[in-house]
C-alpha cells in the first residue's frame, strides 16, 4: 500500500456510502482517487452539467443549491468533513441534479466515475456492499422524510442548527457556544420552511438565550437547549 494512501482511506472510512466496506476495499478505492482543491466561492458543477466525478470533503464546506423557476435560490444541503456530494457519478452519467460551491476553501479527493465503474466491474463484492450502502441511505432519507412531514416548523429549524452543531463538533468545536456558519435563508431552506418563519423561531431561541444570530452566522451557545425544541 502507499502510504500516501493512508489519510485517504482513514477519510473514506468515515463516507456512510462506504460504510460496509473493508479495509482492502476501501484501499482500492482510495487507489483511484485524485486530490482537488477549490477556492472560497467557486463552483464546483452547476446544474445541468454533465456528472463524471464524485467528491469526499476532507475540510472545508461547501452547498448544493438548485435554481427555482420564479429566479429563487434554494439551498438544498451543506457539505463538511466527511461529507460526500456528486456520489451517482460513481454509477451512470447523468446530467448534475443541483448545483455545489464552496463555502469557504475546500480539500477534497475526488472519484471519477470511470475509474469507479471499472473497479466495481473488477470486484463484485465492492459493488454489492455500496449497493448495500445506498439502500440503507435511501431508507434513512425516506424516514427524515416522513419525519419532517409530521414536525413543525419550529422543531424543524431545532433539528437543522443540531445537525450543523454536529458537523462543527466533528471539525472541533466544543460543547458550548458553538459557531455555525449559515444564513437565515440557508436554514429556512434546509428546514423546507419560509424564511419568516424561520427568523422568527430563531428569535425565540435568541431571546431564551440558546442562540446569538450574525451576519451569515449563528453561535449556539446551549447545543443541548435545542432538542427540546425538536419532537
Same mark, same amino acid.
Given at each position: 500500500?502507499?502510504?500516501?494512501?493512508?489519510?485517504?482511506?482513514?477519510?473514506?472510512?468515515?463516507?456512510?456510502?462506504?460504510?460496509?466496506?473493508?479495509?482492502?476495499?476501501?484501499?482500492?478505492?482510495?487507489?483511484?482517487?485524485? &486530490?482537488?482543491?477549490?477556492? &472560497?466561492?467557486?463552483?464546483?458543477?452547476?446544474?445541468?452539467?454533465?456528472?463524471?466525478?464524485?467528491?469526499?470533503?476532507?475540510?472545508?464546506?461547501?452547498?448544493?443549491?438548485?435554481?427555482?423557476?420564479?429566479?429563487?435560490?434554494?439551498?438544498?444541503?451543506?457539505?463538511?468533513?466527511?461529507?460526500?456530494?456528486?456520489?451517482?457519478?460513481?454509477?451512470?452519467?447523468?446530467?448534475?441534479?443541483?448545483?455545489?460551491?464552496?463555502?469557504?476553501?475546500? @480539500?477534497?479527493?475526488?472519484?471519477?466515475?470511470?475509474?469507479?465503474?471499472?473497479?466495481?466491474?473488477?470486484?463484485?463484492?465492492?459493488?454489492?456492499?455500496?449497493?448495500?450502502?445506498? #439502500?440503507?441511505?435511501?431508507?434513512?432519507?425516506?424516514?427524515?422524510?416522513?419525519?419532517?412531514?409530521?414536525?413543525?416548523?419550529?422543531?424543524?429549524?431545532?433539528?437543522?442548527?443540531?445537525?450543523?452543531?454536529?458537523?462543527?463538533? #466533528? @471539525? #472541533?468545536?466544543?460543547?458550548?457556544?458553538?459557531?455555525?456558519?449559515?444564513?437565515?435563508?440557508?436554514?429556512?431552506?434546509?428546514?423546507?420552511?419560509?424564511?419568516?418563519?424561520?427568523?422568527?423561531?430563531?428569535?425565540?431561541?435568541?431571546?431564551?438565550?440558546?442562540?446569538?444570530? #450574525?451576519?451569515?452566522?449563528?453561535?449556539?451557545?446551549?447545543?443541548?437547549?435545542?432538542?427540546?425544541?425538536?419532537?
Amino acid at each position: 500500500m502507499d502510504m500516501r494512501e493512508q489519510p485517504v482511506i482513514a477519510l473514506l472510512a468515515h463516507v456512510p456510502v462506504f460504510e460496509t466496506l473493508g479495509p482492502r476495499e476501501l484501499a482500492r478505492v482510495a487507489a483511484v482517487t485524485v &486530490p482537488r482543491s477549490f477556492g &472560497p466561492g467557486h463552483v464546483i458543477f452547476r446544474e445541468g452539467d454533465a456528472s463524471d466525478t464524485c467528491y469526499i470533503v476532507g475540510s472545508g464546506h461547501a452547498r448544493a443549491i438548485r435554481a427555482h423557476g420564479d429566479g429563487r435560490t434554494l439551498t438544498l444541503a451543506h457539505f463538511g468533513p466527511g461529507d460526500i456530494f456528486g456520489e451517482l457519478a460513481m454509477f451512470d452519467d447523468e446530467l448534475r441534479s443541483a448545483t455545489v460551491e464552496t463555502l469557504d476553501t475546500l @480539500e477534497s479527493v475526488a472519484v471519477l466515475g470511470p475509474d469507479m465503474r471499472r473497479l466495481l466491474r473488477e470486484h463484485s463484492d465492492i459493488a454489492v456492499k455500496l449497493v448495500i450502502s445506498l #439502500g440503507r441511505r435511501l431508507r434513512d432519507a425516506n424516514e427524515r422524510i416522513s419525519r419532517q412531514s409530521f414536525q413543525t416548523v419550529q422543531s424543524r429549524v431545532a433539528g437543522v442548527l443540531g445537525q450543523l452543531v454536529i458537523q462543527a463538533q #466533528g @471539525e #472541533g468545536a466544543g460543547d458550548s457556544d458553538v459557531l455555525v456558519t449559515v444564513t437565515q435563508s440557508d436554514v429556512a431552506q434546509l428546514a423546507g420552511s419560509s424564511r419568516e418563519s424561520a427568523s422568527r423561531f430563531l428569535a425565540v431561541l435568541e431571546r431564551a438565550g440558546v442562540v446569538t444570530q #450574525g451576519r451569515g452566522r449563528v453561535t449556539v451557545h446551549d447545543p443541548t437547549a435545542l432538542e427540546r425544541y425538536v419532537y
